[in-house]
């Protein structure tokens, strides 16, 4: 009888052993294709603040789409993304991660910082915004995003920004154009140039 106790006992913590050590390994196994997806988001925006399309195209899909509030498409296709890499290039565009939210082995949802010469110009504070990237065997299918939570957007003093930077350009005949074209960039930046140095 005793016996009989003993091994029931022996039976039960090695079971118990066992099933720790299985949950343990998956759940291992979760955070690391949870910390490879993270990885792969920041290979990507490491890729386009230096502007390598080649790393870009890696990462990606032919069919890669940026949305604004999963609805409008900013960026269409990666074939897109990749042309607009000669324009952020002179816009002197950059992201930055502030914060990862969640992440799982399909998504990974950040906070991030959106930046270019424009807003130096401009004298615009950069934006924030809540990026959800959606990913499926090693690549970025697309992204989706908004204003960050509790981010103030002001459309009114947006406007007034970019009103006054197209008037000083009309009555100074500078032409600039903001087709998202490398040789568009190149003449929109001087034209930013000249209206940030301006004596007021």
């Given at each position: 009888m005793k016996f009989k106790s003993i091994f029931i006992v022996v039976f039960s913590v090695f079971a118990m052993i066992s099933c720790s050590e299985k949950k343990s390994n998956t759940n291992s196994k979760?955070?690391?294709?949870?910390?490879?997806?993270?990885?792969?988001?920041?290979?990507?925006?490491?890729?386009r603040n230096s502007f390598d399309t080649?790393?870009?195209?890696?990462?990606?899909?032919?069919t890669y789409q940026e949305l604004f509030k999963n609805d409008f498409a900013e960026v269409k296709s990666q074939e897109q993304l990749l042309a607009n890499q000669d324009w952020a290039k002179e816009m002197s565009?950059?992201?930055k991660i502030k914060?990862?939210?969640?992440?799982?082995?399909?998504?990974?949802?950040?906070?991030?910082?959106?930046?270019?010469?424009?807003?130096?110009?401009?004298?615009?504070?950069?934006?924030?915004?809540?990026?959800?990237?959606?990913?499926?065997?090693?690549?970025?299918?697309?992204?989706?995003?908004?204003?960050?939570?509790?981010?103030?957007?002001?459309?009114r003093a947006n406007d007034v920004l970019y009103g006054n930077f197209e008037r000083f350009?009309?009555?100074?005949?500078?032409?600039?154009?903001?087709?998202?074209t490398k040789e568009a960039g190149?003449?929109?930046?001087?034209?930013?140039?000249?209206?940030?140095?301006?004596?007021?």
């Open positions: 979760s955070n690391s294709k949870s910390g490879e997806s993270v990885a792969m988001v920041t290979s990507f925006v490491t890729a080649e790393k870009l195209r890696e990462l990606t899909t032919p565009s950059v992201t914060k990862v939210v969640s992440e799982n082995d399909s998504i990974v949802v950040v906070i991030e910082e959106s930046t270019n010469y424009i807003d130096v110009a401009l004298k615009r504070k950069p934006q924030n915004y809540e990026t959800t990237y959606y990913l499926k065997d090693g690549k970025i299918l697309k992204q989706s995003f908004d204003f960050a939570p509790n981010e103030k957007f002001d459309q350009c009309k009555v100074r005949d500078i032409d600039f154009s903001w087709e998202p190149k003449i929109l930046r001087k034209a930013l140039e000249t209206y940030a140095n301006r004596v007021e």
